[in-house]
């Protein structure tokens, strides 16, 4: 069933008596000390869990050029004595 057009073509008419909603703009609303030390705490975390991401990477790529793969590339033979 078709659902009737307003009278006026105005979407946002609010003639009809509805308050409107005023919003604070994002990042000029009061924030509490405890919501700022959580924030600061998990911007750290995240820094060090990349960091740590960072390091292990870097670890990954140095050992598999150390690590020997098969018998031509070993750099040293056991049982070779």
């Known amino acids: ?11 946002f008419d609010v003639s009809w008596g509805v308050p409107t909603t ?5 990042g000029s609303a009061p924030r509490s000390g ?5 924030r600061r705490l998990l911007r750290q ?10 390091a292990f990477t870097i670890l990954l790529a140095v050992l ?3 690590i020997p793969r098969g018998e031509q590339e070993a750099l040293v033979h056991f049982g070779d004595r």
């Open 1 to 11: 069933m078709p659902v009737p057009s307003p009278e006026s073509p105005d979407a």
């Open 22 to 26: 005023s919003f604070v703009p994002g």
């Open 34 to 38: 405890f919501d700022e030390e959580l």
């Open 45 to 54: 975390r995240l820094i060090l869990v990349h960091l740590l991401a960072l």
């Open 64 to 66: 598999s050029r150390l």
